[in-house]
């Protein structure tokens, strides 16, 4: 593990996080998830966000894939403000130029894989287009013989594989991954990670990942260490 | 988005099937009742437009059944400038036929009988509405004593063929002639000789039930100027042309049609809350699935038009079915009524569209509950 600077965005950072602060309400109390997290992250990075449960990473990750919105603090993209954008603007944001894998998978148990790797696309009708692009990145993921199958008829490998898939049909700029290994054996999970590299290096995706597998980072990764809801200072 | 709508109807079969069973019934009741009020409409039409001429009845009677008037009348309006015809009728209702009540064998079976005076019907065109529908055998003749027309229906639902005996009231005919006008109403009488109808009825000599006339000029105008000058011969009869009795029938009618009315308004609240449970359970075990789609970037308006797309395909295949049901429910009350119902054209492209409509309106709130989700909330529901 090599832990850098939370700020390593070079000078003209892909994604900037600054003051992010979220607080909810839990009962009668008031919870502040994030602390005021800073975070730079340069385009065609991979970027490890590690910390026990409960520190707040699975609530930055939505935070900074557009999914939630924070308490305070200013999030930009390349350079625009994210947060100044209407939900709608916010929903074409994640559907144009991110892609999302989640620990529990969180496929559409009525769809097909087929057609849960398409399901971004069916609200603008590029679906029907994209369905031989949606077949051929199945069958590259090692699911050739699956593209029909509903996910109750699939391991949580292929869910997990199907998921990664769906997060790139749309050729996102970043991938956000939420525990992507967590429901998965070591094995399985050591072959998401490997694929999710291998986006990374070609065709040079970004790629944020959560994770307390920490068996999977590999020496010149760059890792964010969150505790109680702020990023731990460099050792 | 169309084929993921309909995967979602149907991932869950026995709701959906349950809702389109409860909606076909609500959209096929509603078009059968309808069906059967055109029917009956169509029936009432058909009847009076057979009518050429004039009925005068007494004042305020309702029916010919209910009425008296002056036979001197007869040669009093045969006297008016224009008027061809003018023959009495005696109206009665049957009790028995044939030793029982016609109405055992149901209540459209009422059967009337009519005496008339066949030398005086024969000044109206064609021998007047029965002796132009005769089928088989002859109209009423003079010097007929116990002669009888009945229907063709009758003659079926009675076995009597020309030259048999018939019961009426206790008194015997026999069947001279059989005549057929495909209308339910007139296809309920018997016609026998007016002496013989003065008997059954115990009326006095000196009065009729009405007087049948016609003008020799047929047109609206002129029929309606003839009522008008006979009307002003007394201050107790009424003259009755076939525009004032389908006038009177319509109104009759037109309170079936506003019972109509508040049955379609009754059925589309009823249709709508259909929709709008069976959205919202939908809704509510598929709340993680909407949060997945909004995080992978659908908009609150996709998410909507995901939900507006099912339930008004649910409405839609409801309005299909409520069509066939409804037409093969008037198809088969036709085989027990007197008339046909009627299943219009419009009224089927009506049920469909009413069908999408309460589809549409029931899912208009699921869909807004559905679209106003929380992505990050909704995918930890589990």
């Known amino acids: 593990m090599n832990p850098e600077s939370n700020q390593a965005g070079g000078a003209n950072p892909m994604l900037s996080a600054r003051g992010i602060e979220k607080t909810y309400k839990k009962g009668s109390n008031q919870v502040r998830s994030l602390r005021g997290v800073d975070l730079d992250v340069a385009r065609g990075e991979l970027l490890y966000i590690v910390g026990p449960s409960g520190s707040g990473k699975s609530t930055l990750l939505g935070i900074l894939g557009a999914l939630d919105r924070p308490t305070a603090g200013t999030l930009l993209l390349d350079g625009r403000d994210v947060f100044d954008r209407t939900d709608r603007e916010l929903a074409l944001l994640r559907r144009r130029k991110f892609g999302f894998v989640f620990q529990a998978f969180n496929l559409i148990p009525t769809l097909t894989a087929v057609g849960n790797v398409l399901s971004p696309l069916i609200p603008d009708g590029s679906a029907r287009k994209a369905e031989a692009e949606a077949r051929d990145l199945l069958a590259r993921l090692g699911l050739a013989g699956r593209l029909d199958h509903k996910p109750f008829e699939l391991s949580g490998g292929e869910q997990q594989r199907v998921a990664l898939a769906r997060a790139l049909i749309g050729k996102p700029e970043i991938l956000f991954a939420d525990e992507p290994t967590g429901e998965l054996d070591s094995e399985k999970g050591g072959e998401i990670i490997d694929m999710i590299r291998a986006l990374n290096r070609d065709p040079g995706v970004t790629v944020l990942i959560v994770t307390h597998a920490l068996q999977h980072i590999r020496s010149g990764d760059r890792v964010q260490r969150l505790k109680d809801g702020m990023f731990e200072k460099e050792a | ?246 006038k009177e029938f319509s109104a009759v009618l037109g309170n079936l049609d506003a019972f109509f009315t508040a049955q379609s308004a009754y059925v589309a609240v009823l249709g709508i809350i259909i929709v709008l449970l069976t959205m919202s359970m939908s809704v509510m075990e598929r709340k993680r699935e909407f949060g997945i789609l909004k995080a992978v970037g659908w908009t609150r308006s996709d998410v909507m038009r995901l939900v507006l797309l099912e339930s008004a395909f649910l409405g839609a295949c409801a309005g299909v079915l409520g069509c066939a049901a409804g037409a093969a429910s008037a198809r088969l009350l036709g085989e027990f009524l007197p008339f046909k119902p009627l299943v219009a054209p419009w009224l089927v492209s009506l049920t469909f569209f009413i069908g999408v409509f309460l589809g549409v309106c029931g899912g208009i709130y699921p869909a807004f509950k559905a679209a106003s989700l929380d992505p990050v909330e909704a995918m930890r529901t589990e």
């Open chain 2, 1 to 246: 988005m169309l084929r993921f709508a309909l995967g979602n109807l149907f991932a869950k079969r026995i709701r959906t099937i349950l809702s389109l069973v409860l909606l076909t019934m609500v959209l096929g009741g509603t078009i059968g009742l309808i069906s059967l009020s055109s029917g009956m409409r169509g029936s009432v039409s058909t009847t009076f437009m057979r009518l050429d001429g004039i009925v005068v009845i007494a004042k305020g009677s309702a029916d010919p059944l209910f009425s008296t008037v002056r036979s001197s009348l007869v040669a009093e309006i045969r006297g008016i400038e224009g008027i061809s015809a003018s023959t009495p009728e005696i109206w009665g209702l049957v009790v028995l036929l044939e030793g029982r009540s016609p109405l055992t064998k149901g209540w459209f079976s009422a059967v009337g009988y009519g005496g008339f005076d066949p030398e005086t019907m024969k000044q109206a065109r064609g021998g007047g509405l029965y002796g132009k529908a005769i089928v088989e055998g002859r109209f009423l003749a003079e010097g007929d004593a116990d002669a009888a027309v009945i229907s063709r229906k009758l003659a079926y639902e009675y076995k009597k063929g020309i030259g048999d005996a018939i019961a009426v009231n206790g008194m015997r005919f026999s069947v001279v002639g059989i005549y057929h006008t495909g209308s339910m109403f007139l296809d309920q009488s018997i016609i026998v000789p007016l002496a013989k109808a003065r008997e059954m009825h115990q009326m006095r000599e000196g009065t009729v039930s009405t007087v049948y006339v016609e003008t020799e000029d047929a047109s609206e105008g002129s029929v309606r100027a003839a009522a008008a000058r006979i009307a002003a011969l007394s201050p107790d009869i009424e003259a009755k042309t076939k525009y004032d009795w389908h």
